[in-house]
């Protein structure tokens, strides 16, 4: 169930305030969670909204709260069940794309109960709409992943470390994940002997020819009774966020000598979790003082390009060029620098 409720502020004679005369509200809608999907009381829920106008959107203020009580009694009131969480939008985007957060639990109430989400939108003009969606909270066993937290963008080429903690009265047997996306894989590792509360570390593999892209994990468990448990899901962005690396085994000492215009052999060794596809060595001298804004840099060998086939973990060796007009006698740095 979901309930969208819309008001605008206005002035004593009924006008619209704000900088503008906008009086189209923003709209908005959950695609996570699930209308009545179950949340075990005391767990952080992730939440995926998304929010437009056609002027711009300025806020989104989230709560968890549920509704105990009689009207009819005089004796109904409004609990807070999830912590409040204003995000503010600067530019004031007419389109939000769907945004991540994670609401926190209100630890002192594991009451199990319909609780309602509220996502509080304001736009440019001052208008406000108000989007609500019920979910169950739930007592009883519970499963979560946390790490890598929700939103993060881990790089591909390497392993990701999948933390699960599991809650079963009745005794776990397994714990486990299941990805779907770029990725999509299932792991799991037995809990033995069989345990009440447990972790378990396990791992998500990519290769350097993963595709970058989105990612979702759902951490799972399974106890002696035979029930499947499932926790929030954790969504993910997977990028190259790795910068190649780089060393120069030859000239392996600083300061080796070299004859003024003789040639100069380099070794470099590069590696990157996704290859390495282009590398660039030069060799300069740095002339003049910068205090006194005369310093240059002056180029001593002939720079050299190398192109490579997405290579992880390669060894490049170069002959340098020197440029013969200059002789001065000089330090010179050998540099070398890779793209991926």
Not at 262 to 269: N, P
Request: charged share 15%.
């Amino acid at each position: 169930m979901f309930v969208v409720s819309v008001c605008s502020t206005s002035d004593k004679f009924g006008s619209p305030t704000g900088p503008s005369s906008d009086t189209t509200p923003p709209t908005g809608t959950f695609t996570n969670p699930p209308t009545d999907s179950q949340v075990v009381a005391g767990t952080t829920l992730t939440v995926l909204f998304h929010a437009s106008d056609d002027a711009g959107v300025v806020s989104i203020t989230f709560r968890g709260y549920s509704e105990r009580g009689s009207a009819a009694a005089g004796t109904d009131t409004t609990v807070q069940r999830f912590q409040l969480r204003t995000v503010s939008f600067p530019l004031q985007p007419t389109d939000t794309n769907p945004i991540i957060r994670q609401l926190l639990p209100v630890l002192t109430d594991s009451t199990p109960e319909p609780v309602f989400l509220e996502a509080r939108i304001t736009d440019l003009g001052g208008n406000v709409a108000v989007v609500t969606q019920r979910i169950l909270v739930v007592a009883g066993p519970s499963v979560r992943a946390t790490t890598p937290a929700s939103g993060a963008r881990p790089p591909i080429g390497v392993p990701l470390p999948i933390t699960v903690v599991g809650y079963s009265p009745d005794s776990l047997t397994w714990l486990g994940y299941q990805s779907t996306g770029v990725v999509p894989f299932t792991d799991s590792l037995a809990v033995a002997p069989a345990a009440t509360v447990a972790t378990r570390v396990l791992a998500l593999l990519t290769t350097q020819f993963t595709p970058l892209g989105a990612d979702t994990i759902v951490p799972f468990g399974r106890d002696k009774v035979g029930r499947r448990i499932l926790g929030s899901p954790v969504f993910i962005v997977f990028g190259d966020t790795i910068k190649p690396t780089v060393t120069i085994d030859t000239p392996a000492v600083a300061g080796l000598p070299v004859a003024v215009g003789d040639s100069v052999f380099v070794q470099v060794h590069v590696t990157d979790n996704r290859g390495v596809t282009r590398l660039v060595i030069t060799g300069t001298s740095q002339r003049g003082s910068v205090s006194l804004g005369t310093d240059s840099t002056v180029m001593r060998y002939f720079p050299k390009t190398v192109i490579l086939p997405s290579s992880r973990d390669t060894v490049i060796t170069r002959y340098l060029r020197a440029v013969s007009t200059d002789s001065l006698s000089e330090l010179v740095t050998i540099a070398a620098t890779a793209t991926d």
